[in-house]
């Protein structure tokens, strides 16, 4: 049973709060069209369970399959800088097939964010340490493929459909 080797913290982008009785890990690809779908299902999941949620999403970009994710998890990267992680994160997942450099400008408008900081950050990479990072305990805490989810830090192998992620979500909270 693979666990989580880089524990939950500061650094990570969440959504809820820590005192949440369960915390979901995410290890996503934009590009990845099996985390395009899995997108809606946490944000159903989300929705249902309120406040007995802590979700996490962290960057696992697979360059040899998508050319255009390590980009747009950068692009995440300096959007959250600008505090605003988590709109991006949505836009990318919502606008899948059109994430080429050009795009993410177009979403760093339509968030607002400071165009000029944005390109620049995104031009020099200033965000792809913190990606590699992400990605390197991904790789430790056994991660093979996207998305895999960690469910109170223990990897959770069955589907990542709402059904198998409510059913061990909810277990994991009546144990809490």
Same mark, same amino acid.
């Not at 590009?31 to 406040?51: D, I, M, N, T």
């Given at each position: 049973?693979?666990?989580?080797?880089? %524990? =939950? &913290?500061?650094?990570?982008?969440?959504? &809820?709060?820590?005192?949440? %009785?369960?915390?979901? =890990?995410?290890?996503?690809?934009?590009?990845?069209?099996?985390?395009?779908?899995?997108? %809606?299902?946490?944000?159903? +999941?989300?929705?249902?369970?309120?406040?007995?949620?802590?979700?996490?999403?962290?960057?696992?970009?697979?360059?040899?399959?998508?050319?255009?994710?390590?980009?747009?998890?950068?692009?995440?990267?300096?959007?959250?800088?600008?505090?605003?992680? @988590?709109? #991006?994160?949505? @836009?990318?997942?919502?606008?899948?097939?059109?994430?080429?450099?050009?795009?993410? #400008?177009?979403?760093?408008?339509?968030?607002?964010?400071?165009?000029?900081?944005?390109?620049?950050?995104?031009? !020099?990479?200033?965000?792809?340490?913190? =990606?590699?990072?992400?990605?390197? !305990?991904?790789?430790?805490?056994?991660?093979?493929?996207? %998305?895999?989810?960690?469910?109170?830090? =223990?990897?959770?192998?069955?589907?990542?459909?709402?059904?198998? +992620? #409510?059913?061990? +979500?909810?277990?994991?909270?009546?144990?809490?």
């Amino acid at each position: 049973m693979a666990k989580l080797t880089l %524990p =939950v &913290g500061d650094r990570d982008h969440a959504q &809820g709060t820590a005192s949440a %009785p369960v915390t979901l =890990v995410e290890y996503g690809d934009y590009e990845c069209s099996h985390c395009g779908a899995a997108y %809606p299902v946490v944000k159903k +999941l989300q929705e249902k369970l309120g406040a007995k949620l802590r979700f996490i999403f962290r960057n696992f970009p697979l360059n040899s399959m998508h050319p255009h994710a390590e980009h747009a998890a950068e692009a995440a990267e300096a959007a959250a800088a600008q505090k605003k992680f @988590w709109e #991006m994160h949505d @836009w990318i997942f919502e606008h899948q097939d059109t994430i080429e450099d050009q795009d993410l #400008m177009v979403a760093g408008h339509s968030l607002a964010l400071d165009l000029a900081r944005f390109k620049k950050e995104l031009q !020099s990479q200033t965000f792809l340490p913190r =990606v590699k990072e992400d990605f390197q !305990s991904g790789v430790r805490s056994g991660v093979n493929g996207t %998305p895999t989810f960690f469910i109170n830090g =223990v990897r959770h192998d069955r589907a990542p459909s709402y059904d198998d +992620l #409510m059913t061990a +979500l909810q277990a994991a909270i009546d144990k809490a």
